[in-house]
């Protein structure tokens, strides 16, 4: 199972919006609506901020939001702050029952 | 406090075996599918493997399938993972993570193995 493509990195200034793709094939991102954001900070564990495409969990600000069309993810964070700086992964469900996950993204917040 | 905190990493010779414990504490254990997630040192995530809540069956990746064994003791609340015939590029922290449908939604702290002679 190939890793799924993000940038390696994102930047943006304060109170601007940024946005993360995540692309995958029609055997993950694209067969389904399983695809999750994770923000993980320099020695801590993954955090999960988007679930089932769009759904964010309790907790998890509302700037941050997710979409899906065909094959591709995406990731966006509105108002931009300096607390966002942070690696961002997506995560897929698979046609072979397993879980891939992009490379992540670094998100850096001028 | 709802956790869960893994536990057995440490340093290993390649073609060593080692078993991580992941204990689970704050929900009810026993009614979720678990999973097994790494991060070689400075390299992104890397999905490992995942459990049923009875733990009647497993799933591996391709490149643990054959020497790891993922288990439960749902009396114990405690996962574990079986890592046998170890390689250097299995150096990684290890994460346990509760499974919701189709992703993670909480998280160990992680536990390093480290591989190497």
């Known amino acids: 199972q190939s890793a799924l493509a993000q940038p390696a990195s994102v930047s943006g200034s304060p109170g601007q919006s940024i946005t993360i793709s995540c692309t995958g094939t029609?055997?993950?991102?694209?067969?389904?609506?399983?695809v999750s954001w994770y923000q993980q900070n320099p020695g801590k564990a993954p955090k999960l901020m988007i679930y089932?495409?769009?759904k964010r969990p309790s907790g998890v600000s509302d700037r941050f939001s997710g979409s899906k069309s065909g094959n591709t993810a995406s990731l966006t964070i509105s108002g931009l702050q300096a607390e966002d700086e942070a690696e961002y992964y997506c995560?897929?469900?698979?046609?072979?029952?397993?879980?891939?996950f992009g490379p992540g993204t670094k998100v850096t917040v001028l | 406090e709802v956790q869960l905190v893994e536990s057995g990493g440490g340093l290993v010779q390649p073609g060593g075996s080692l078993r991580l414990s992941c204990a689970a504490s704050?929900?009810?254990?026993?009614?979720?599918?678990m999973h097994w997630v790494r991060q070689a040192p400075g390299k992104g995530l890397v999905w490992v493997s995942r459990?049923?809540?009875?733990?009647?069956?497993?799933i591996y990746a391709d490149s643990v399938t054959g020497r790891f064994t993922m288990s439960r003791d749902n009396a114990k609340n405690t996962l574990y993972v079986q890592m046998n015939s170890l390689r250097v590029e299995d150096t990684a922290v290890y994460y346990c993570?509760?499974?919701?449908?189709?992703?993670?939604?909480?998280w160990g702290r992680g536990t390093l193995v480290t591989v190497s002679s």
């Open positions: 995560s897929s469900y698979t046609s072979s029952s397993r879980y891939v």
């Open positions: 993570a509760r499974a919701g449908k189709g992703h993670f939604d909480l």
């Open positions: 459990i049923t809540n009875d733990g009647s069956n497993t």
């Open positions: 704050g929900f009810t254990f026993s009614g979720f599918w």
């Open positions: 089932d495409v769009s």
């Open positions: 029609t055997s993950d991102v694209g067969g389904y609506n399983y």
